[in-house]
T-cell receptor, first 113, second 118 residues
Framework: AQSVTQLGSHVSVSEGALVLLRCNYSSSVPPYLFWYVQYPNQGLQLLLKYTSAATLVKGINGFEAEFKKSETSFHLTKPSAHMSDAAEYFCAVRTGANSKLTFGKGITLSVRP | GAVVSQHPSWVICKSGTSVKIECRSLDFQATTMFWYRQFPKQSLMLMATSNEGSKATYEQGVEKDKFLINHASLTLSTLTVTSAHPEDSSFYIC??????????????FGPGTRLLVL
């Protein structure tokens, strides 16, 4: 079985500050890991993904994430938050092309001026 | 690349009517598409997996006779909510697997369809 844990429901940062959104996963086999962003009343946009290549993955909009097997983590970071980063962020895990995509419960990022 | 569209983006209908939602992969072929439902302030709930040319696989608790899914081509899947009732009001989102060119492990999502049943 696979699962994703996103602790907390809301993170608030100041514009220009570091963004850190945590994600821990559970998987019995090497996982595929994803971060998606959802803006209000929109679908999900793929930010980045880990598919067993480089452990540090760079995505769109300046985001990156590091796969740490020993910690079963895939935390999302961005050095400097922008107002446009305010959205809902979902971490997700999949164990293969034929397996389900399992989502965390999501976390809301707010950016203060 | 990897663009998925949905139509309509929102729909209001009367109780008892049926509503069809289309999901298209615009720049790639998708053997497998997925339908999700999202309640306010919650994560996505997988409703069914749709494979081109075969019957959809529904998740436990999802009524297949109420939520009809058809995947007639490699770029189009449809979800029909039959005899809709107010409790069917929700945000429905589809996704498509990226395939060989964009990663079969990756799902690309449509913009969603907001359904309101009066």
């Amino acid at each position: 079985a696979q699962s994703v844990t996103q602790l907390g429901s809301h993170v608030s940062v100041s514009e220009g500050a570091l963004v850190l959104l945590r994600c821990n996963y559970s998987s019995s086999v090497p996982p595929y890991l994803f971060w998606y962003v959802q803006y209000p009343n929109q679908g999900l946009q793929l930010l980045l993904k880990y598919t067993s290549a480089a452990t540090l993955v760079k995505g769109i909009n300046g985001f990156e994430a590091e796969f740490k097997k020993s910690e079963t983590s895939f935390h999302l970071t961005k050095p400097s938050a922008h107002m446009s980063d305010a959205a809902e962020y979902f971490c997700a895990v999949r164990t293969g092309a034929n397996s389900k995509l399992t989502f965390g419960k999501g976390i809301t990022l707010s950016v203060r001026p | 690349g990897a663009v998925v569209s949905q139509h309509p983006s929102w729909v209001i209908c009367k109780s008892g009517t049926s509503v069809k939602i289309e999901c298209r992969s615009l720049d790639f072929q998708a053997t497998t598409m997925f339908w999700y439902r999202q309640f306010p302030k919650q994560s996505l709930m997988l409703m069914a997996t749709s494979n081109e040319g075969s019957k959809a696989t529904y998740e436990q608790g999802v009524e297949k006779d109420k939520f009809l899914i058809n995947h007639a081509s490699l770029t189009l899947s449809t979800l029909t909510v039959t005899s809709a009732h107010p409790e069917d009001s929700s945000f429905y989102i589809c996704s498509a697997e990226g395939g060989a060119s964009r990663g079969q492990e990756t799902q690309y999502f449509g913009p969603g369809t907001r359904l309101l049943v009066l």
